[in-house]
């Protein structure tokens, strides 16, 4: 019965005396915001793919891998012995399951249609209710906004230059991030314009082709990691990538291999990042 309270009920449950300690964590975008809230995870899922993300790495080895996100090792999990397991909407389907292990706390991270960086935040609180962090997670939170604020006002040279935001599917098409999504967020956050208006499904549209990239020759195209060797090796040699006045230009600004999926830290971190290449292009 506890592990289904409701949300805002946990903390006066009487659950625990003290916030959970043994944490299991099935979301990636939970991940990263526990990891910034100052704690370190019992055991969370695919920890070897997150460790390739930019933030997987200050991610400690002592966290025990559960397998696959959608399919974690609930023997393994069993053993480990959580106090609390911490998922997201999308993994609903397994509370029956898990709930047979230890308490279960579900947060929502990604709505369609809903702006990513809003419910980005307020998860990040829900998850310092849960945790008994509320100071910590709303420092996170306003972390967030000083740290696009201080951005956007250097951004200013840009002069209302449109940005595509992408990830690139192969050497042809791309993912277009778009409103919804964090990376569009980030885009808004930092006070541009994003040149992708067409729809999106889940916060990206895809595949969609290159040339697709040609309705705004004026925008400036940042590409978001991972892109795998092959990919860099296919467009490096494609007349179409090398034809799109972006690229020409010089108007090209390549990410590390972040979460697409991911909460505030990814925000902050692709921000960071964003920022600095563009700084560079208004630079000459």
Do not use: C
């Amino acid at each position: 019965m506890a592990a289904s309270l409701p949300l805002g009920l946990w903390s006066s449950a009487g659950l625990a005396a003290d916030r959970p300690k043994r944490i299991a964590v099935v979301d990636w975008a939970l991940l990263e915001t526990v990891l910034a809230l100052g704690l370190t995870p019992l055991a969370a899922t695919e920890l070897r793919q997150y460790r390739r993300l930019s933030l997987g790495k200050t991610l400690p080895q002592s966290t025990v891998d559960l397998g696959l996100r959608g399919a974690p090792n609930y023997e393994l999990l069993l053993t480990s012995n959580p106090d609390l397991i911490l998922i997201s909407q999308f993994y609903e389907g397994m509370r029956g399951l898990l709930e047979k292990i230890a308490p279960v706390a579900s947060v929502t991270t990604y709505e369609p249609g809903s702006p990513a960086l809003t419910l980005a935040k307020k998860a990040t609180q829900s998850l310092g209710e849960i945790l008994f962090l509320e100071t910590e997670a709303e420092k996170l939170v306003a972390a967030t906004d000083k740290t696009l604020q201080a951005y956007r006002e250097q951004l200013n040279s840009l002069g209302g230059r449109p940005v595509y935001a992408i990830n690139l599917g192969d050497s042809r098409h791309f993912r277009a991030f778009g409103s919804d999504s964090l990376i569009g967020g980030v885009v808004a956050g930092l006070g541009l314009q994003n040149a992708w208006d067409g729809q999106t499904s889940y916060s990206a549209s895809a595949p969609v082709p290159l040339t697709a990239l040609a309705k705004h020759p004026e925008a400036a195209l940042v590409i978001v990691g991972p892109v795998a060797s092959d990919i860099v090796e296919g467009i490096q040699r494609s007349r179409l990538w090398s034809a799109l006045p972006m690229v020409r230009e010089n108007r090209t600004v390549w990410l590390g291999a972040h979460n697409h999926f991911g909460a505030l830290p990814t925000a902050i971190a692709i921000a960071s990042e964003m920022a600095q290449g563009l700084k560079r292009l208004a630079h000459g």
